[in-house]
């Protein structure tokens, strides 16, 4: 949402108002806000086109998958019941031997079962069988398909967790450049440039035309991905999943865990939602002496009973204490479940729901839920199909407008106020903006520091801004 197309001068501005020329306290500020925006624009935008386009991809990730791994997750429908969920087992151990870990149950009769295995060799494979015969239809690493690799590069895993605490630093930058760009689109007193666009493709005014108009319609939404996407950073979302759910062994106060807990946490074994990521993995009691586990195919006729959303995985007990875990997270986030049993009496343990999360979990599992898309179906993909095409057009624009506007040496960095308190409220902000989200407040003091460094460098003329 920059406005760069203010030359290095500050009297030279394309978007002036046309009414009285605006007081100096009234310029200084505009000059700091611009700055500022300008800053915000140079460090986020290469980052949210990456966001913007592996978003795009992922919000299409069910139907991407099944194309591009059709022979894998589509199967022909067949009359009659499918394999019992031992037998499914049975076959994908054949094909890869190893110890079966997780079954994930078929979400539609087209689609196949996935036998998560820990293979003999040391590997994690994802086995996909088809329900009805038995058949294996191949194997592959799990979570290696196409979305899952998409996946990783929106949420920068690949890059380990210094590269994911930049998700972090964005997504508080992207909110200051969207508070800030409004500021600039503010109408004062002019016509063009608010709802319109204005001249040609050759003219910078089309383009920041283009800019201003294009922010107005998604900068809700920037700010909206921005704070839904907070929850998967390593600092922010830990701190506030622990301050959400970090009592009572990562469940929700007042939800009913008085069962013995195991050291193990929910996603170490399966995806889990946001909210579940710090729950504890029940255990039963020591069994008594010749006691017998029930088995998987009453596990899931258990699960069935207890009416778990079609499509739940179920993560199977690695010892004598262990639990069988289902668990589901389909489009709409109501019907999000996760219960555990014991192996033995097949009795829920925990049985944990949308509604058990406290009120700043269903918040934001609602807000995540929307941010991939999934909660009011087709139109929320197209919705923000459209948001994250805006967003690249935000990118190329601003990068058009600084091409045309910038000097020929330099960066064309918007000029400093005159008076250097112009700074002290869009510094209050900053200082604001750096409390709720520690991280993003560390790089503005950084981008502060090397502002003021810059600027002594280069020894420019006129008084020395002092904060």
């Not at 791994?69 to 589509?74: M, N, Q, S, T």
């Not at 899931?300 to 179920?314: M, N, P, T």
Request: proline share 7%; with cysteine.
């Amino acid at each position: 949402m920059s406005d760069p197309t203010m030359d290095a001068t500050p009297h030279a501005a394309v978007n002036r108002p046309s009414g009285p020329y605006p007081s100096a306290a009234a310029s200084d500020l505009y000059r700091a806000v611009w700055r500022w925006h300008f800053y915000a624009g140079l460090f986020v935008l290469p980052f949210l086109i990456t966001l913007a386009l592996t978003g795009a991809a992922y919000l299409f990730k069910d139907e991407i998958d099944m194309i591009v791994h059709a022979d894998l997750k589509r199967v022909a429908i067949e009359d009659g019941a499918i394999l019992r969920p031992e037998q499914l087992v049975a076959s994908a151990i054949t094909a890869v031997p190893g110890r079966a870990v997780r079954l994930t149950r078929p979400a539609a009769p087209h689609v196949s079962a996935e036998v998560t295995v820990a293979a003999d060799d040391g590997r994690r494979m994802a086995v996909f069988v088809n329900p009805y015969s038995g058949h294996v239809l191949g194997a592959r690493p799990d979570r290696s398909t196409v979305m899952w690799t998409v996946r990783h590069l929106h949420s920068l895993k690949y890059f380990g967790p210094v590269a994911r605490g930049v998700i972090e630093i964005v997504a508080g930058w992207s909110i200051l450049l969207v508070g800030t760009g409004l500021y600039l689109w503010w109408p004062r007193g002019q016509a063009g440039g608010v709802l319109s666009v204005r001249g040609t493709a050759k003219k910078r005014v089309f383009w920041r035309d283009t800019h201003a108009v294009t922010s107005v319609v998604v900068g809700g939404f920037i700010v909206f991905l921005a704070i839904t996407g907070m929850p998967w950073s390593n600092i922010w979302g830990g701190k506030v999943n622990e301050w959400a759910n970090g009592q009572n062994f990562g469940y929700p106060a007042g939800l009913r865990v008085d069962v013995p807990m195991s050291d193990q946490r929910l996603s170490e074994t399966t995806q889990t939602s946001w909210s579940m990521e710090q729950a504890r993995i029940p255990k039963v009691t020591a069994p008594s002496e010749g006691a017998i586990p029930i088995g998987l195919d009453a596990a899931v006729a258990a699960f069935d009973r207890l009416g778990l959303h079609a499509g739940y995985a179920v993560s199977l007990p690695s010892s004598p204490t262990g639990v069988y875990t289902g668990s589901v997270y389909p489009d709409d986030v109501s019907r999000q479940r996760v219960i555990h049993l014991d192996q033995y009496s097949g009795q829920p343990l925990v049985d944990m729901r949308y509604a058990d999360y406290g009120p700043a979990g269903r918040w934001l599992e609602f807000g995540i839920n929307t941010h991939l898309g999934q909660q009011f179906g087709l139109a929320n993909q197209i919705v923000l199909l459209a948001v994250c095409a805006g967003i690249v057009l935000l990118a190329v624009s601003a990068g058009v407008m600084w091409w045309k506007r910038r000097p020929a040496k330099g960066m064309g960095v918007p000029p400093m106020p005159t008076d250097a308190r112009a700074f002290r409220g869009v510094l209050a902000i900053l200082i604001a903006g750096g409390i709720l989200f520690p991280l993003t407040g560390a790089s503005l003091l950084v981008m502060l520091a090397l502002d003021m460094a810059g600027r002594r460098l280069r020894g420019r003329a006129g008084p020395r801004a002092t904060l």
